[in-house]
Structures are given as C-alpha cells and as structure tokens.
C-alpha cells in the first residue's frame, strides 16, 4: 500500500503521515471506514492497516451498548472527554463531547464539562469518576487504596472499578497517537 | 463471579483488586490464564472479563511474532522497557527486560538498557526509536514533524513510524493499569 | 454593602464568594454591569467594588477598537483565547472565543482555535503571537532576545511587541481570578 | 515615537525593548515618569504609552493608601513580595521588598520575608495571606472553598478575599511583563 | 596529570571526562582505586584528585559499620536505593542494589525494592525513611515537622533523623555527579 | 548527648530539630563551632556529630583557598549563590551572598546575582559556570556532551570541570539538608 505522506501541519493533509491510497484499501479496511463515518482518525491509521484493525477492534468493544458493558456509555463518555482534555487532544475531546452530548441528551451541558468539569454540575458517582480519571491521568504512582474506597462508596463494584480504569487509561493510548500524529478535527464537528 | 477482593499493597493479593475466584473462570478467561503463564497480571485483569479480553487480544496482535508486524519483535520490546522504565511501571519494566533479553539473547544488555538507556550501547536506529518512545510519553505535544523525519532518516516508513508510536502509546495504557491496580511483579522475576 | 456569599461550586451561585445584592450598587457598578451584559464575571467582581472598577476600565482600554491599540482586535481576542486555554480558564476560554468568532466572522475557525491552535490553520504573524503567548504564560524566565526577534520578524515593532506582552501577561491576572473565583460561565455561551 | 531598542541584556539597555527618547514624551507619560521616581519599569512600559498608562493607573489605585483599600498597604506589599519571588521577578522582589520594609519600619524583617517566607515570622492572618498567594501563583485550579474558609477563619470578609486575590493576581500580570522585557533592577535598590 | 577524556556515551569511555592515566595517580588515589575495587565511579572522579579525596573520605564515613552510625547499614543502603532510583542515577542504583542484597541476605528482596518499593514489603520503620528519602529528593520544600513526627513515630531520635536525613540528601549529591559525568554501571553488576 | 529538640519554624528554636546542649559539647565540634563562627548552620549540624565533622570537613576543603582549588573562590560562591537561589535556600543563598560580595569585593554585585543572575553583569566563563549549575540542579539527566563541550570553550580543562560539577552537585545535598531542617538565617546577614 502506499501512502501519500506529507509532513506539514498547514497542509492540506489530515495527518502528519497522511492517509492511504482509498482505492487500494484491504477490504476489511474499508468496513472500518464505513463504520466509523470516513473520520479522520480512522484513515490516519489505515497508514498501518494492522494498527487500525487492533485499535478498531478495542474501541468498538470498549464502547459498545451491549452486554458486557459495567458503565453506562455517558459514563464513558464522560471519562473519555475529561481524559482528552486534560491531555489536550482536541480531536478526542471535540468527538467524545458531541458523543457524550448525544448519550445525555444534552449538548450544552457535554460543552460544560469539556470547558471545565470543575464548574459544570456532576452527580457524586460523575465526580468520582472524574476524579479517578483525572489522576489515573496525570499521576498513577499516587493512585492508593484511597482512591478504590471512594470510587466503591460511590457504588461501583470491582469489575466496574477496573472498566472505569480501563477507559481512562485507554485515552492517555488514543490521545498519544492523535496529538503525535497531529490528526486534524473533521470538519463537521464545528457545523453545529 | 465473586472477587477476592482486598486493598492492602502489603498484603497477600496481587492487586488493590484481588483477583477473581479461580473455579468459576469462563472458559476463555482459563485459556488467557494457561497462554500468559498465570502471571499475575492476567489474573489481575480477569476481574472484569471483558477488559481482560479486550487487553489480552490487542497485546497479542501487537507482540505477535508473525506476518503484519513491521518493527522486530526485540524493537518493540524496547520500547516497552523505555516506557515503562520512564512511567515507573516496575511490572511492566522487568516483564518486558526479561522478554528483550531473550529475543536479543542477552540478558545483561537487556538489564542495561531498563537500567539507564542513555548509557547503553544503542545502534542508531534503537537511539532514534528510544527518544521517540520518550518523547510520545512524556511530552507528546511537543511531537512534530522533525522527530518523524529523523525515524524516517533511520530507515523506517510510515507503518514503520506508526506501530513504533501505537506500541509507545499503547505502553501509556498497560503501564497506568498495573500501576494504578498495584499489581506485584512475580516472584519467577526475582529468580535468576 | 450586603454580599450574598455561598462557597458550593455546586450551588446556584455564581462565585465562591457570591455576587452583591443588586439594589445596594453603587450608580457606576451598574454601569459596569450594563456595559458588559449583566455577564456573570462582573457580577462576581462586585464583591469589592473597587476591583471591578480597576479591572473594567483596563480591560475596556485594552479591548477597545479605537485609537491606540496596535495588534487588531482579533489578535487581542486571539492571544486572549491561547493563553485562557494554556491557563485552563473555561469561563475566560469561551468568552474571548465567541468574540473572536465576531471579530474574525468565522465562529468555525475561531473553536478549532479554542479547541487545539496547533492544528488550526495559522498565519506567520498569528502563530509568532501564539508562540510567544504560551511561552509568556508557561515559562515567562525562558523568554529571549530570540523571542523578540521573532515577533519583529513577523512584522510588529517595539510598541506592538508590548502590546502583544501586555495582553498575553494580563490573561494570567484575569485567569487566576476566575478560576480562583470558580466563576460560572453563562448558559449564553452554550446556547449557540 | 521613536524607540532606542536594544535587545542584548548585557549592554547598557535598561530592557530588551530599550525605552523611548526622552524628549518626546507626551505630557502625561513624563508626569507618570516623575510619580515613578523616573524608575525602569515605567521608562520600560513607555515604549507604548497606552501600556504604561493603563498599567500606572491600575497599580496606583490597587497601591493607594487611601479610602476602598482592604487589606492594609503592608499586606499588599507582603503579597506582592511573596509572588514575585515565587515567580522569580527579581525587580519587582526587590523593589516591593524595600517599600515592605518602609511599612513596616522593619528592613531586617522585609528582607528576612523575601528571602524565605517560611522562615520569617509571620502572623496567622499574614501566614493564611502568604499560602493563598503562594498557590494562586502556582496551582491556581486547586484553589477551593476550603482555601476561602481559611481566609474568613483569619478575620477577612469577602472583600478584603477578594482583593487579597485580586493582587496576588496581579502580580502574575506584573512579574511576566518585567521578566518578559529583561528589565534590570535600578542601582539605588542595591546602594542600601 | 594527564587525563585521556573523551566525549561520546557511546564509546569505550567509562565517563563523559574519561580518566587519568593510571601510570601517573599519586599513591593515595591508587589506594582510593584498591578500596573502591577500581569501580568506575572512582576512576571517573580520579579525574580530579581532590574531588576522589572529599567524595571517598565521606563516603567512607557516611557507609561504615562501624560506631558513630545510627541507621542500620541495610537502612542506609534502603535510603540510597530509592533516592537514586527517584533520580534515574542508573549506576548508583545498581551498585546500591547489590550492597543492600548483601545486607540484608536477600537479593530479590532489594531487587524488588529498587524495582518499586511501594509494592515492596517494606516494614513500618523502612515505609517512613522511603517516604522521608523520596520527599527530600523531589521537594524538599515541602518537608514540615509533620515528616519529623512520623520519622520519631518510627522509632527514630533526632540523632537518628539527621543521619536518615544526611544520607538522602548525599545521594542528590552523588547521583548529580554521576549522571552528568555520564559514568557507565560496570559489567560485574550485571555478570549475577 | 542530650538535644533541645524543638518543631515549631515559629518558636526561638533555629531549627527543626533544635540544637545540642552547649555543656556537653565533645571538644572538635566546639572548634568546629568556633571555626564556622558559631553560625546556626553548625549548631543544627552538631544534634549528631558525626554528620557535622564529615559535612564541615568536605565543605572547608571545596571551599578552601589554598592549593589544589581549581577554580577561584569567587567562582566556587558563585555557583553556591546560584544553585541555592535555584533550590531556594534562603539560609545558604545568604550566607554565600555575603561571601561572594567579599571575594569580589561588591557586595552590590553579589546581590544582584542571588536576587536575578539573568540581569547580573556576568563574563561569559561566569556565565557558562551558571548555565551549568542551574542545569545540574534542576535536570541533570540532560547534561550532554555539549554541556562539557561549552566549559571547555570557556576556558575549563577536565579537572576544572569536575570541580565545576562538584561544587554544583554539593549544593544540591547541602541546601536539603537545610531546607529539611528548617535552620534560620542568623540574625547578622540582615544587619548590614
């Protein structure tokens, strides 16, 4: 496959290593394209097809609505927008803050959270995870038994813990890869 | 499925978690066990099942030995002991020390690279994938176009240069969950 | 003069120290508070009076549109919205972001600034003043006579090079104010 | 008006802006020169006169001993010692230094502040002062309710609060603005 | 003395400043050599006779078993191990690692410790001197009597303090000088 | 040996640990008092003797004027001045003030080293012994071969540098000793 590398941020290219040739795309590829809207993101990893297979793959089960799932999906939402946020990956946080919107019912309040959940209005169980994810984020080696307790007394049991730590420390991986590959924010996120 | 679950970092458990009880594993959990040698951090993912599925799929595909990778196996072993020698995952670091040592079959190098990578004998393509690894997980805002052309000058293309970020990136997510569970390093790490 | 304080972020109030009750203002604070739309930051600032005065009437010379000024309004706006995002100030973020939509008649461009001006589409000149916004603003002790050299390169003599200090260095006192005060951004702003 | 700059902070140049010729000075801005004791930063500032008009204005009035202040001068003066050294603005250390000790009548105990403030003695009021200044300067997304309580608990309302914010603010304005330019402290600050 | 410097990490040097010509070392730095077991680190400061002197005499006295300490050897060891891990001084901690192994009988042990001593099982007494080590190593300005009550809590008097306190402290001395000099770990460290 | 042992960094107690009584002082460390003019510093020191004889047998040979020094003695309380100011030693930026300011004989000049280096007058040799100082202290995992290469244009031969590096390196174990100990600066540094 080869791929149309162009390097400049101001460029016309979505990424820094550019996408892939669209008509030699592997076939499986193309699904994953068609699954997730022809996005940015997704064709910033097709440069690697086995990349975009493997993370396409962890995020489709990470977020899925079906079984399994121990969080709500706004839940994870909101993790994955505090996350993005935090780390500054801006594509992140545009494209979890219009998800979270949709979960939620309620674009003005996700635009809240994104600008500072700090003063938007959380429920103590969306604090705690906030919080949790906030630190998982920024300092790991000072998550303590502490931080257990509270998430649990915010009624999570032991398989939520983990799911909830799951996904906030799956956005300090997407978020690496976005920022470093400089993936440009599809422009349908700023018609709204 | 019940969870042995106990906090203590100085007690008998392997993770803030504990770990689930070892007779009503599903099937395939079993299986996860059996290919990752019970280590400790498999068992301490299997609190929730689907996290240990989601996490043991992905590490598969990208430590695989076989056709799709595009670094060596011994190059994407040092990324991951630079990693998480650099995010202070002890886990992750001798786990990962020990699997470069075989695949370079030299246990004394390996142990010198965890130690301080800047003052072990690098090749310049190791150099370059090194400080790349550094950079994506320290400061990875400050990636730009620069350190892809200075991968590129050390051979590697462009799925070359994206498996080297997706394996520093993805040791961002492995590194803040076994921190952030407490997750003890074996006693077989100890034993050589 | 009465205040009304309450200290809950969570709270209906818009401040950790409350607003002024609205019948005891002194003649020109109401003033204040119709020239900038009743916004919730004067409110807040009512708390002292005198403090709303000084910060108002610096604020409307450094904002102002008319003789005197030296960068555009909308390089005002922008470095207001660089360093608001650098500080984390959410209230102060939206704010100069939708004045600078007005200013730029772009609202599009003027969020994917907000959201990440790294991969927004920059002139020389607008990104020699975000530069040297962020550079004021994280690590004021690091600014050389490089820094100068190359705003004059990007074509501002010596005035405007203080004007365009004056302005980044200001929003670190305008920031630290807000977030200190947990000042609520208006639903106005997300209303769009 | 014509600018004398010069850009090495090595040469006789009083900041890396230079400063204005003298003989042009519009009115106010000599007046402004004279009320300032002909000191460097105001000489600094004139390089555009809006920025020394607007910024003498602000600092007289937060300075001023008269009616609407708060706190008193000496506590204003104690914030602004203790963020400039907090920040590392040597000319504002220096110089809030010195007019600290004027107010207090105590240069021993001025200096004693500005060197270490842990060591100094300090009051619980002047102590519940430094700690908040201290963070508003370097963490100001932490300030919470709890840091308002302390300053109600050592006798301040919630306008002398928000003055006490309002200059360790400041002085975060002040100090980037001087550090920025490389203005040079004035031979008198060190004839003592 | 001449000394046969050479620059590169990447060379046979042991040291970014190489080391003296063996033929020509006065006789107490030979001495220095023997009781050092010609370690790297003090044929690398040799480079400077006066500098082995200091640092070996120290050293010496700081490490003896003999009277005068106060802290066990093995809690010295303890102390080294984690502030030169804390700072990535690679060859203090290695050799540190080993003199600890030989303490306390139990190499896994103090290869645990080295690895990550907060999933170590450390005793109460040996908690509170890592933590005390930690926190004067990364921000001693932050130490208050509440660090010397659980120091005393411990078990420990202020003679006793002052010698776990000497000995952090030193290690922020020895592994600067290592880690600029860029002194490489010897083989035997990793020959076990 | 009986100790005073007080906690309060408010109380008459010159440090956090107090001091020996002076009754039953063993007879080298009443020299070493007498030497060192009876400063707090050694009276801190002395609550375990041992400590004060190794600390103030290393710090009167790298201080010492006489043969063997590498670097004049201005050169050596420069780089004390600046390291200390780094760490924010109060007590040891003092006390090397005064000494730099006697070997220079400007008093006037030492102040305006400790208070900003960046606006002080400085040789480049000077200049290039506080770039590497600073960086030594705050990050020295980033010392490169460069760093070596810089002294040496500045006139600095290998064992100039060594001494360069130790003195750097000291001050970094001497001002935690200090800083952790809360030891006040004695009343006499402030009387001039």
Chains 1, 2, 3, 4, 5, 6 share one sequence.
């Not at 309040?109 to 998982?136: G, N, Q």
């Amino acid at each position: 496959m080869s791929s149309t590398a162009t390097l400049g941020a101001d460029s016309d290219s979505i990424s820094r290593l550019g996408e892939p040739d669209r008509a030699s795309l592997p076939a499986d590829i193309g699904e994953l394209y068609q699954a997730n809207h022809d996005d940015n993101w997704i064709r910033a990893l097709a440069v690697n097809p086995d990349t975009a297979r493997r993370f396409g793959a962890y995020f489709a089960s990470l977020f899925s609505s079906g079984r399994g799932a121990r969080l709500s999906l706004a839940e994870r939402e909101l993790i994955a927008v505090i996350v993005s946020a935090e780390n500054g990956c801006g594509l992140c946080e545009i494209h979890h803050t219009i998800a979270l919107g949709e979960q939620i019912d309620d674009h003005a309040r996700a635009r809240r959270i994104a600008l500072d959940h700090h003063l938007a209005p959380l429920s103590p169980r969306e604090e705690a995870l906030a919080a949790f994810a906030v630190k998982v984020t920024r300092a790991p080696k000072t998550v303590s038994g502490d931080d257990f307790r509270s998430l649990r007394a915010a009624g999570l049991d032991d398989a939520d813990i983990l799911e909830a730590l799951e996904t906030s420390s799956w956005f300090n991986h997407t978020n690496r890869i976005f920022i470093s590959l400089g993936v440009k924010p599809d422009d349908k996120f700023f018609a709204r």
